[in-house]
């Protein structure tokens, strides 16, 4: 079970099963642990070479035990996400911990990656369980209908849940070549139904650049 | 409680005559009253043997008195700040993580080998700490600065609790430490899962731990 102490250290109950977490996160933990390093995010091998090829680097171990073991990583802030078989697409950067019984992989995210500085592919979790994603800032949730799409910065992009179209956004106009840009040139636009998880920050971007 | 929580990050404390308040040197954020500061260059209490006992063992923090009549504000470089009471026991810091204290607690420094032997010091050195520690000890408050907030966990008597060396704030109550290593040959080979060295702290007592792994 996933629940948090504080807004930024998660605290997680063990039974003799176990969870996967980012490499080194661990704080602290009560009772008895094993921590093993999970080869290539734990996806197998070819989940290795997968990600070796895309750069959606991730290193994780793997925690089993009895008790309770504390997650934190720089102070970031935690959300929960809980799944019931559909798939979250999270930056490999903002994933701190997933349930064992959740399946990671990496698919292709097209242009949108390239703008939001995390590179061209994102990490995929899916099946039931919960996840514990990292934001700098508390994150917000937005909710994505048909009638009300949603428009992201890719910079403040962390995660998003659901079945949603995403599409590539530039707002490239005179100005902007001109070097009298907003800073807004490019943004993600989702469709669909679904969830995006935004964080209060924006890391350093080609788009936040124009 | 002398220390008020403002925020997360600032701290009020309340000065009357004849009543000293340490705190580390910068640290004012603000003051009420009539308020005067003075550097301590002996670093804290004692007579110059605690000084040079501290300047050896490398934990003498620039401190400064506080003393007067009126209210201090402080905070330091963003840091969270937690205000832990004490009532007769003996809480250890690092000398850096002091934001300030009462005067009335007794300073002292500890050397790491005396608890938990040779393991002891090396623990000092695997988490970059020294081989010395700060010890307060008496009754009334400190305040002390994490990265990140910081989370409380107790310690009973037959479950132990690990901690990161570099998520460790500090610890208070008879508590014994020692450094366990899970050293495999994983990490041998360079696979190892980050965790290859922890605190273990046993007794009774608590144990404030950050949620990062960054120094301050």
Redesign the interface.
């Known amino acids: 079970m996933f629940r948090l102490q504080g807004s930024k250290t998660l605290a997680v109950d063990l039974t003799g099963d176990a969870v996967k977490a980012k490499n080194g996160s661990m704080v602290a933990y009560d009772g008895r642990m094993a921590f093993k390093k999970m080869s290539g995010g734990g996806d197998g091998l070819r989940g290795m070479v997968t990600r070796r090829l895309t750069g959606e680097q991730m290193v994780m171990m793997e925690v089993k035990g009895q008790g309770t073991c504390y997650f934190a990583d720089r102070a970031s802030e935690i959300s929960l996400v809980s799944l019931h078989g559909e798939t979250l697409y999270v930056e490999a950067s903002n994933l701190l911990a997933t349930d064992a019984g959740l399946r990671t992989g990496t698919s292709f995210t097209g242009l949108r990656g390239g703008a939001s500085g995390n590179g061209l592919f994102t990490t995929t979790v899916e099946g039931t369980g919960q996840a514990a994603i990292m934001s700098d800032g508390s994150a917000v949730v937005l909710r994505v209908t048909p009638q009300y799409p949603l428009n992201v910065d890719p910079g403040a992009y962390i995660a998003h849940q659901g079945s949603l179209q995403q599409h590539f956004q530039s707002g490239v106009n005179f100005r902007t070549l001109m070097g009298e840009g907003s800073g807004e040139s490019f943004q993600i636009r989702f469709e669909g139904d679904g969830l995006v998880y935004v964080q209060p920050s924006e890391r350093n971007t080609v788009g936040g650049d124009v | 409680m002398p220390f008020r929580e403002i925020n997360s990050k600032m701290v009020e404390a309340v000065v009357v005559p004849g009543q000293k308040m340490y705190s580390q040197r910068g640290a004012m954020l603000a003051y009420r009253g009539d308020v005067s500061f003075t550097p301590n260059i002996q670093g804290g209490q004692g007579g110059l043997g605690s000084m040079i006992g501290r300047r050896v063992a490398n934990e003498a923090a620039p401190l400064m008195t506080v003393e007067g009549s009126g209210t201090v504000m402080f905070g330091h470089g963003g840091h969270h700040i937690q205000v832990i009471g004490l009532s007769g026991d003996t809480l250890y810091v690092e000398a850096d993580r002091l934001l300030a204290f009462d005067g009335t607690l007794q300073q002292g420094t500890m050397f790491m080998g005396s608890q938990g032997g040779v393991m002891g010091m090396v623990r000092g050195q695997v988490t970059g700490q020294g081989l010395f520690t700060t010890t307060l000890k008496g009754h009334g408050a400190v305040a002390v600065m994490a ?3 910081v ?1 409380e ?1 107790p310690i009973m008597p037959g ?6 060396p570099q ?1 460790y704030v500090a610890h208070h109550g008879d508590v014994t430490n020692k450094l366990s290593t ?1 050293l495999g040959w ?1 990490d041998m080979v360079g ?5 290859a060295f922890q605190l273990e702290l046993s007794g009774s007592g608590a ?1 404030y ?6 120094k301050l």
């Open positions: 990265h990140g907030g989370i966990l479950r132990p609790v690990h901690v990161d998520a899970a994983r696979r190892g899962s980050g965790e144990v731990v950050q949620a990062s792994e960054e």
